[in-house]
């Protein structure tokens, strides 16, 4: 399947017009408010001598810290200006980057043939998705990690909703990075709480451990107070 050209665009479109300052994307947080958090969470369950891919990398910002300690370290993006943003700010030259469509299944599969199993880091992706996209985002992850690799996801919680409605109901109007994300047409939190979890039993993929957390925005509301999402995350593996 492929993702429909608004979609495309969307992203691309929101790409281009976000700076590249640090955290200038509402989700651009920095990781020592994320992966960090993460990777004790999957780090009992995976091999960290396989390399780890990062699905909607983005920025890169936490495809640069999971460098760190994998040995080899790939972000990949649907939009080539999120790879390009990712490539201009990987000065250290920590990680790779590169455009990939996670529900493209014969490019996935591409992927996995040359770097084999994989962990894998899936950071608020499904909840963006197209509703008919979302199947083969769970399938991508699935792929890459075939029967060694272990994959981390954390995606938000139906009441996250909320969460952006309060935040959007301010005297002037939703804060500049969450308008920003409007403004593109993109829809945050969409995905139903049960769902995510659904996608990959039905793929046959055990969930080895399940919690909540908070996904951490870099946008405040008009009292000050920092825009986190409540999320739940699944540590995921055959």
């Known amino acids: 399947m492929n993702v429909s050209e608004r979609y495309r ?15 200038a994307a509402i989700f651009d947080c920095a990781p020592e408010l994320a992966a960090a958090r993460h990777l004790p969470l999957l780090a009992p369950f995976a091999d960290a001598t396989l390399p780890v891919v990062d699905l909607g990398c983005g920025t890169g910002t936490q495809t640069r810290y ?4 994998f040995p080899r370290a790939l972000g990949v ?15 250290g030259h920590l990680a790779e980057f590169e455009q990939l469509n996670a529900v493209d299944h014969a490019a996935v599969r591409r992927l996995h043939e040359r770097l084999g199993d994989t962990n894998v880091y899936l ?20 792929t890459l990690i075939g029967s060694r690799g272990r994959a981390f996801v954390v995606e938000p919680l139906a009441r996250a ?3 952006l409605a309060h935040a959007a109901q301010g005297a002037d109007g939703p ?4 308008a920003s994300v409007f403004a593109h047409g993109l829809t945050p939190a969409e995905a139903a709480d049960d769902a995510v979890p659904g996608f990959f039993r039905d793929l046959g993929l055990p969930v080895l451990a399940s919690g909540e957390t908070d996904l951490v925005m870099t946008e405040h509301r008009a009292d000050g107070v920092r825009i986190d999402l409540p999320a739940q995350w699944l540590v995921l593996g055959r």
């Open 161 to 163: 909703k909320q969460v």
């Open 9 to 23: 665009e969307s992203w691309e479109s929101y790409w281009r017009d976000t700076p590249d300052a640090p955290g």
């Open 123 to 142: 950071r608020a992706v499904i909840h963006q998705s197209e509703p008919d996209a979302r199947p083969a985002v769970a399938a991508a992850v699935a």
């Open 77 to 91: 993006d649907l939009s080539e200006a999120a790879v390009a943003h990712a490539r201009r700010a990987d000065t």
């Open 66 to 69: 999971l460098a760190r300690h």
């Open 175 to 178: 804060p500049p990075k969450l």
